[in-house]
């Protein structure tokens, strides 16, 4: 089983940035693709951005050019870079790692991390 430890949320003004990091550790055989995503009350979680084990990755069109995601597999540990934030980032961002294990291939969710970007 993977945990997740995420941090680096806060609140910051419109057109301000920060840095989420979200560390892995536990048992498994491999980590795969690493992403972020973000909720905000009675809205469904939405892809923020993820990136594959060899480095490809995939933005909502609402954040690219803005957000850059990151990884360091030496470390197990994925990074979400938002810049020129906006008051409609708002959101709890939530870290998400898919894992193989000698039986199979899994899931796990961090705790979450509130952005708040005041306008």
């Known amino acids: 089983q993977v945990q997740l430890v995420e941090s680096g949320g806060g609140l910051v003004q419109a057109g301000g940035a920060l840095r989420l990091s979200c560390a892995a550790s536990g048992s498994y055989r491999s980590i795969n693709t690493m992403g972020w995503y973000r909720q905000t009350p009675g809205k469904q979680r939405e892809l923020v951005a993820v990136?594959?084990?060899?480095?490809?990755?995939t933005a909502a069109d609402s954040v690219k050019g803005r957000f850059t995601i990151s990884r360091d597999n030496a470390k197990n540990t994925v990074y979400l870079q938002m810049n020129s934030l906006k008051p409609e980032d708002t959101a709890v961002y939530y870290c998400?790692?898919?894992?193989?294990?000698?039986?199979?291939?899994?899931?796990?969710w961090g705790q979450g991390t509130q952005v708040t970007v005041s306008s």
């Open positions: 990136i594959t084990s060899g480095g490809s990755t």
């Open positions: 998400n790692v898919e894992y193989t294990t000698p039986l199979r291939t899994r899931n796990s």
